[in-house]
């Protein structure tokens, strides 16, 4: 009865007949029905497919609109447009600035370099002799392991690593990568970087005997080191 009053539909509670009571329950289906009111059980699409449109405006179809079950397009492009022309710039003669580079200055050399510099190989310029930076080691023939009197440059100085125990040893050094060659006649030229530090660099050079028959045949006799040269000790 609360569905029939709620729809203005009031049937009075007393006794009657059965006429008058299947007229009145016809009357109030007539009237939900036309009320649009009616009772039905909903399909699964309107509960799930349409359930958004429908206490909306919206809910019909505009023109250019696709059908209202279709899904909607939701794709979005995310990728960002990261293209970066990369063609050089054009000088004002045509020609491209990028490969109009000066070109480099030429290496120096011994004779080049004034009496307190030094050529340094690695970078081709001329750099100052004097530092703060320390080198020791010690040269000695890779078959044998004894020490040999080798002489020992680096950063324009020159040193004979001392008979018999081949040891040697470098002050005033300029800080950073110098190039250390060690000669011995009678054995292969031996050449390396070494980074020389404040604190000092500990560098051991094993030289390779330059005869043919290597550490099968027999030591070589060389004479004693001289230091002759600019920076020599």
């Not at 699409?45 to 909607?72: I, T, V």
């Not at 050079?205 to 600019?230: E, K, N, W």
Request: proline share 8%; with cysteine.
């Amino acid at each position: 009865m609360s569905l029939l009053r709620a729809v203005g539909i009031v049937i009075p509670v007393g006794p009657a007949s059965r006429r008058q009571l299947a007229l009145a329950w016809a009357l109030s289906v007539l009237a939900l029905t036309a009320g649009g009111c009616g009772i039905r059980p909903l399909q699964h699409d309107e509960l799930f497919g349409r359930a958004a449109d429908a206490g909306s405006d919206a809910a019909s179809e505009r023109p250019g609109d696709g059908p209202r079950d279709a899904p909607a397009d939701l794709s979005v492009d995310l990728a960002p447009d990261l293209s970066v022309d990369l063609t050089p710039d054009a000088g004002p003669d045509g020609n491209d600035r990028d490969a109009a580079t000066e070109a480099p200055p030429p290496a120096c050399t011994a004779e080049s370099c004034a009496a307190e510099e030094f050529c340094d190989e690695l970078t081709g310029r001329c750099t100052p002799r004097s530092g703060t930076g320390m080198l020791s080691g010690v040269v000695t023939d890779r078959c044998t392991g004894a020490g040999l009197s080798a002489n020992v440059g680096i950063a324009g100085q020159h040193h004979c690593s001392y008979i018999a125990k081949g040891s040697y040893f470098f002050t005033g050094l300029p800080l950073g990568t110098l190039r250390l060659a060690v000669a011995l006649e009678g054995y292969q030229l031996a050449s390396m970087t070494v980074v020389v530090g404040a604190g000092g660099t500990v560098a051991d050079v094993a030289l390779s005997r330059a005869t043919p028959d290597g550490c099968a045949g027999p030591a070589p006799s060389p004479p004693a080191c001289t230091c002759v040269g600019t920076g020599c000790q």
